[in-house]
């Protein structure tokens, strides 16, 4: 077997966190500019799993099946369905509570989140059992050297992610809506003052997110070929630890963690699962421990 | 001659006790009592909740990993006593010994889990206690020798009503007490001002490990209750979803409230099997296909709409009468 | 006289700002003792390293001939240092009552079993606790006010609450951030002989951070200025009204009221 420190293992991990960076990238952007630890975050994920499961079926007939069509089809309507879910939690639950003390936003995420997984679990037509996600491309292992293969899944996970990234990294620097977000998460008040409509900023981040969260669903559905109502909660963790781990509200900050926290879980369970289960936990405990702010994350002082 | 206050606390205890066993001669069915008791172990959980989320105002969200260990540690003990003489009526000292012990096990994790922690404010306090309440589940989940992922099986049922009531009691009447004491004084100068509460000379970590401790205790105690209830100690009993329950118990009473908690751990509990039996005849009745899970999804809608509608919950932090011990010169 | 609190060569960095630089004075028993500045010049600063909540960056704090550098806050106060907050933080939901008696905590409190049974001891204690509060109230014009909730009351009341809390700890050191912020002339004016009167009656020393020009006058011995960080004066209120860098640097510009 060898060595549990070999390239497959790190080809493994950059795939997942891949997923996980996708996640943690709705998580900071929220958290930068609300303040708010969306919990109800990885269950967009969930959505966009299912959006795209749903796509197939749908498009079964006119798009002949499997390919690159399905593909491009499912992941719009993955991160549309999800970004508009996003949308609307945040219109409905978390704005009119935006001056209220942040518990009670965090609760009523917790709620929302609660909401979601179970009305999913409770439809008829989607119920509480795994579903088995169809093949919507396939998955071909292309060798790397000796003995590691990345497959054509992988390289998607990877790409799909990176595009996306780079897509946000110039939305965020370039765009007017980048920089009335910048604003806005540095003093919401000031950009106020500046004339940006800060409630329209909110509501494009939070949708913005969740189409990323939405995408790795599709992503995941695809890699981890299993979907369920509850399948958010564990990834959104992980990834929200990930942004932790990276400096939350800082977005190049959510990649890296996502990263580290992909190629950790895949050596952890590599070596015992019950590490595997743990490891991000660990993680979590010992970034607010040692370092709260987080790898790139800055410091924050309350005045008194 | 000074006169004695009268103890209401425990005539109402006493009134309930026997008003039970007065609707057991007329046809208070096994059912009915086991969700007489299934609250009680809430009102357990849910007070000893508030403790950390209301009275020192912190965020806890990992309460059923304390629940947990409670339950693991009694049921170990007692099916251990059990295994050795099965005559029920001469262990319910051990059971009591048991619970005990399953209580203080929570409580030293308590303090292994506040230490580190508690430095760490409001939603990251949450989310960190989350974790912790689920590494505590996934360890049991792991554990062979407590039945791993099966659970610890063959639990005796040794959680009678007059047993759970009286741990019940005992748990409202202590938190009762120290919440109105000069320890519970300080404890809620921590929730409205921690920075203050520590510069009027208040040792504020030392109050939150305390109040940490003290509510898995008797989080512990109820986990074991419920254990001795249920005759099973199983991983998911102990899920991050029941910590929410336990929460939204805390919330709709009123954080802070303690005769909030006992109500809403009631009235929760209730609704609750009433919601399970509606749906379900309403399934046989009209053939709709209702699953188990809609009464969970009017539980989180429940709780949105306290968060979004009354933030204070039933009570605010307002006490009944019965709840407040009155100063020695205001009469 | 003895120095109560004795500060050498301290300064406190916020990452790239030197918010407080080189800070060096005594301040003896029994003074009332004025710290003046502009905004943003580090006089609340100053306040947060002598309580604890910030540890300097370099420099020496000694109380009553004791270190206190870097202690704990909470172990400072039950030391004897005292002080209110220029942006009040009361317990909103406590009465007036509490709020005084929460504050007593130089005296041990009995244990959580002895508190949970009520024993005699613990009802001792608490009685002992109620009757100084309630002393406390009076000497401040609150007594009145003892069981409404601390959050209902008007903003003069609420800073005088703070000085009672204060006061409640049983200290030998009182630091005033603003006492008077916020309150009309003749508000001003009583507090000037409420703390006058509080230092004779409870043997305390008062360091006051102020920006009301006749208050400080009118009350201190003595007074340091501060300007971005730097001490820039320091001495009898006469001659630190005339220092034309005082005049320069604050009174010049806040128009000297
Ligand atoms: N926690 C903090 N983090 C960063 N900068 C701070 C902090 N507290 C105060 N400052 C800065 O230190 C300087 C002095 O502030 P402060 O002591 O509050 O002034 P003053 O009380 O004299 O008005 C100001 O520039 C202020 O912005
Ligand atoms: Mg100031």
Redesign the pocket.
């Known amino acids: 077997m060898g060595s549990i420190f070999n390239l497959q293992q790190v080809v493994n991990g950059l795939q997942l966190g891949s997923i996980y960076a996708l996640i943690a990238l709705g998580y900071t952007m929220v958290y930068g500019i609300v303040r708010l630890i969306n919990f109800a975050h990885g269950d967009f994920y969930m959505i966009g799993a299912y959006t795209a499961y749903g796509a197939f079926f749908l498009f079964n007939a006119v798009l002949g099946g499997s390919g690159l069509p399905m593909a491009a089809v499912a992941l719009v309507l993955a991160m549309l369905a999800s970004g508009l879910v996003a949308l609307l939690t945040n219109r409905l639950a978390y704005r009119p509570l935006r001056y209220k003390p942040k518990l009670s936003s965090l609760i009523t995420a917790i709620g929302v989140s609660m909401l979601i997984e179970y009305l999913f679990s409770a439809l008829p037509f989607i119920g509480p059992s795994f579903r088995a996600f169809p093949e919507i491309l396939p998955s071909v292992p292309i060798k790397l050297g000796q003995n590691a293969t990345i497959s054509t899944h992988a390289l998607i996970d990877i790409g799909v992610a990176a595009v996306l990234m780079i897509g946000l990294t110039i939305l965020v620097r370039h765009t007017t809506l980048g920089k009335a977000m910048r604003a806005v998460s540095q003093d919401k008040d000031a950009a106020k003052l500046m004339g940006i409509d800060v409630e329209k900023v909110i509501a494009w981040t939070f949708m913005i997110g969740g189409a990323f969260a939405g995408a790795a669903g599709l992503l995941a559905g695809m890699t981890y070929p299993r979907i369920f109502p509850f399948m958010g909660i564990l990834p959104g963790l992980k990834a929200f630890i990930a942004a932790v781990l990276g400096g939350i509200g800082n977005i190049p900050g959510a990649v890296l963690g996502a990263y580290i926290m992909g190629v950790a879980e895949t050596f952890a369970t590599a070596y015992n699962s019950l590490l595997g289960e743990g490891i991000a936990f660990a993680i979590l405990i010992v970034v607010l421990l040692v370092r709260p702010r987080g790898i790139l994350g800055e410091k924050h002082?309350?005045?008194? | 001659m000074k006169i004695p206050r009268t103890p209401w606390l425990l005539v109402v205890a006493a009134g309930f006790w026997a008003a039970v066993q007065l609707l057991r001669l007329v046809g208070f069915n096994d059912y009915y009592l086991f969700i007489a008791n299934l609250s009680l172990v809430y009102v357990i959980l849910a007070v000893s909740l508030n403790l950390i989320n209301g009275i020192i105002g912190q965020f806890s969200l990992g309460h059923m990993g304390f629940a947990a260990v409670g339950a693991y540690v009694s049921g170990s003990i007692t099916t251990l006593i059990f295994k050795l003489s099965p005559n029920v009526a001469a262990h319910y000292p051990g059971f009591v010994l048991a619970l005990v012990a399953g209580g203080v096990a929570a409580a030293l994790v308590g303090v292994a889990i506040g230490f580190p922690t508690l430095r760490l404010k409001g939603d990251y306090l949450a989310i960190v206690t989350l974790g912790f309440g689920e590494i505590i589940r996934t360890v049991f989940n792991n554990i062979d020798a407590v039945g791993g992922p099966r659970g610890l099986l063959g639990i005796p049922k040794f959680s009678t009503f007059t047993v759970i009531l009286a741990f019940a009691l005992i748990t409202v009447a202590v938190i009762r007490n120290i919440a109105e004491s000069a320890h519970g004084r300080n404890m809620i100068a921590i929730r409205e001002n921690e920075l203050a509460a520590d510069l009027v000379g208040i040792d504020t970590t030392g109050y939150k490990v305390k109040a940490f401790a003290l509510g898995a205790f008797f989080a512990g105690i109820g986990g074991g209750l419920y254990a001795h209830l249920l005759q099973i100690a199983h991983p998911t009993q102990f899920g991050f979803i029941y910590s929410v329950q336990v929460l939204i118990m805390v919330y709709a009473g009123g954080v802070g409230s303690l005769t909030g908690s006992v109500l809403a751990a009631f009235a929760l509990t209730i609704l609750t099997q009433l919601l399970k039996s509606g749906l379900s005849s309403l399934k046989s009745l009209t053939g709709l296909p209702i699953g188990g899970d809609w009464y969970m999804v009017l539980y989180a809608l429940l709780l949105i709409l306290i968060m979004l509608y009354r933030t204070e919950g039933l009570m605010g932090t307002r006490e009944a009468k019965l709840m407040v011990i009155p100063e020695e010169d205001d009469k | 006289m003895s120095a109560v609190l004795k500060v050498t060569g301290m300064s406190h960095w916020?990452?790239g700002?030197k918010?407080?630089s080189n800070f060096n004075f005594e301040v003896p028993e029994g003074a009332i003792y004025g710290l003046i500045?502009?905004?943003?010049?580090?006089?609340?600063?100053?306040?947060?390293l002598i309580t604890g909540i910030?540890k300097p960056t370099e420099g020496k704090i000694e109380f009553s001939g004791g270190d206190i550098t870097g202690a704990k806050p909470y172990r400072i106060v039950r030391k004897g240092v005292a002080r209110t907050f220029?942006n009040l933080r009361i317990f909103g939901s406590m009465s007036v009552l509490d709020n005084v008696r929460v504050a007593r905590q130089y005296a041990p409190v009995s244990s959580f079993l002895a508190s949970t049974l009520r024993l005699p001891s613990y009802k001792a204690e608490e009685r002992a606790r109620k009757a100084e509060a309630m002393n406390l109230l009076d000497v401040l014009h609150l007594s009145g006010r003892a069981k409404e909730q601390a959050k209902n009351l008007p903003y003069g009341e609420l800073r005088r609450l703070e000085i009672a809390r204060a006061l409640a700890t049983n200290p030998s050191l009182l630091l005033l951030?603003?006492p008077a912020a916020g309150m009309n002339p003749k508000e001003v004016q009583d507090l000037m002989a409420l703390i006058a009167r509080v230092r004779d009656e409870f043997k305390v020393t008062v360091f006051l951070?102020e920006h009301h020009m006749k208050f400080v006058m009118g009350l201190c011995e003595r007074i340091k200025v501060?300007d971005f960080?730097e001490t820039i004066a320091e001495g009898v209120p006469e001659l630190v009204a005339k220092d034309p860098r005082v005049l320069e640097a604050y009174l010049g510009k806040k128009g000297g009221h």
């Open positions: 002082a309350d005045k008194i | 916020f990452g700002l918010a407080v500045g502009p905004n943003g010049s580090g006089k609340t600063t100053t306040f947060n910030y220029q951030d603003e951070i501060l960080g």
